[in-house]
Structure formats: C-alpha cells, structure tokens
C-alpha cells in the first residue's frame, strides 16, 4: 500500500500570503489529521476530518482551516500568513485505530 | 498546559547501551500511548504502544512501560544502535465525543555514539 502523501514537500511565501497545503491519505484510511511542529513545540495538533467532516480541532487561530474530499483527501489552508507559521506541517491518515500513519510533511518557510 | 511532557529535550548514549526515553503526562482519561521516531526531513514513524490495561510491552529491542499510578511512560531500547539516533516522541490518546484524540510531548533527541 502506498503511504501518506504530501505536496508540496516545500514552500516559501512571504507574510500576509495565503497558502493550501495537501494530503493523500493511505487507501481505506478515513480519518486524516493535521499537526504542525515546530522546534521545541513537538506536534501541536490542527485539526481532524472523517467523513468529510471536522471532528475536533486543535487551539489554533480561524486563519487554520481545512477540509476533506469524498475521496478522504484532505487540504489545509492558512490565511494570512505571519512569521511564526513557519514549521513543518504533517499530515496523518489512521483506520479506526488510535494509531496514526503520517506523511513526510510541507516544510512552510514565511520570510 | 502541556499534558504530555518530555522533560529531556535530548539524550546520548554509547551503542550497544541501554536507551531510556521518559515521559510523563496529567491527564488520567488517557487510556493508550504510543511512541513514534522521527528522522530528519521525513514523518514520525510508529515505533511500539500500550494499551492502559496492561504496564508493559515488548517488541523486539524496543520495550514501552507503563506506571499508570506515577502517570509515566519508559521506552528502553536494548541494545541501542547508531541507526536508532532520531527524536522520539511519546503520544497519548483519549476518546472525545465520536473520536480519538492524539497529544504529543516535545520530543527527545537520542543520539547513539560508536
């Protein structure tokens, strides 16, 4: 089975862009989460979708927001973008396990 | 308020040695921890979990234990390797509503010498 995918691996955007950022979960997998790392912070978790649908979300900003297609394909998107988004953003895919399966990650550099 | 904390932000240790990795956590409505390792440039990869029923598992070099009453997770990798040099971080998942949520520590560099 092929696993998490991410794209892009790499951006570079500059404060007050926008961005959207997406991932391609395991085949099967429903569920797909988002964490953003950070030196120090470990994985401060975004957000999770099943089904198309949101089903928690983390303490981040409304400039944070995704969405999940039909086919559990998931994106991200952050508004507004400042200096302190810049991070690795991951992307996750799990069955109905506690275990989560993640992608290599976008790395966000906000000059 | 970090309810996951890895008090070690790194950690070195001879090859061949024992590795132990600690971790605490504050919420007692957690119920399965997991450890995930991390290289660089790539995703944390699933190492070894524990279900909150039991205080210890073993996989291998890699065994997780489990002090529910201290509210601390170990990892001990024996013997440790050059190739076991990653971060590692510890993971607790509690059921909210319809869904598990997953809370990370900070991660623990563990660099393994020749």
């Known amino acids: 089975k092929a696993g998490v995918t991410q794209t892009p691996r790499y951006l570079i955007k500059t404060r007050g862009q926008q961005v959207t950022l997406s991932c391609s979960p395991i085949?099967?997998?429903?569920?797909v989460s988002w964490y953003q790392q950070t030196p120090g912070q470990g994985l401060q978790f975004l957000f999770e979708?099943?089904?198309?649908?949101?089903?928690n979300k983390g303490n981040f900003p409304g400039r944070f927001s995704g969405r999940q297609f039909s086919n559990s394909r998931s994106e991200m998107n952050v508004s507004t973008l400042e200096l302190g988004d810049s991070a690795l953003y991951l992307c996750?895919?799990?069955?109905?396990?506690?275990?989560?399966?993640f992608g290599p990650g976008t790395r966000l550099t906000v000059l | 308020d970090q309810q996951v904390k890895q008090n070690s932000p790194s950690l070195s240790v001879q090859e061949g040695r024992i590795s132990i990795l600690n971790c605490d956590y504050t919420?007692?409505?957690?119920?399965?921890f997991l450890w995930y390792k991390k290289y660089p440039a790539e995703g944390p990869t699933f190492l070894i979990s524990?279900?909150?029923?039991?205080d210890k598992n073993e996989d291998g070099r890699f065994t997780v234990f489990l002090n529910k009453s201290a509210k601390h997770l170990s990892l001990h990798i024996v013997p440790s390797q050059p190739g076991d040099s990653a971060v590692y971080f510890c993971?607790?998942?509690?059921?909210?509503?319809?869904?598990?949520?997953?809370?990370f520590g900070s991660g623990t560099q563990l660099t393994v010498l020749p």
């Open positions: 919420n007692s409505m957690f119920d399965y």
């Open positions: 996750a895919s799990s069955p109905p396990t506690p275990k989560r399966y």
């Open positions: 993971a607790a998942s509690e059921e909210t509503g319809s869904a598990r949520q997953l809370t």
């Open positions: 979708y099943f089904s198309e649908t949101q089903r």
């Open positions: 524990i279900s909150s029923i039991k």
């Open positions: 085949s099967g997998h429903r569920s």
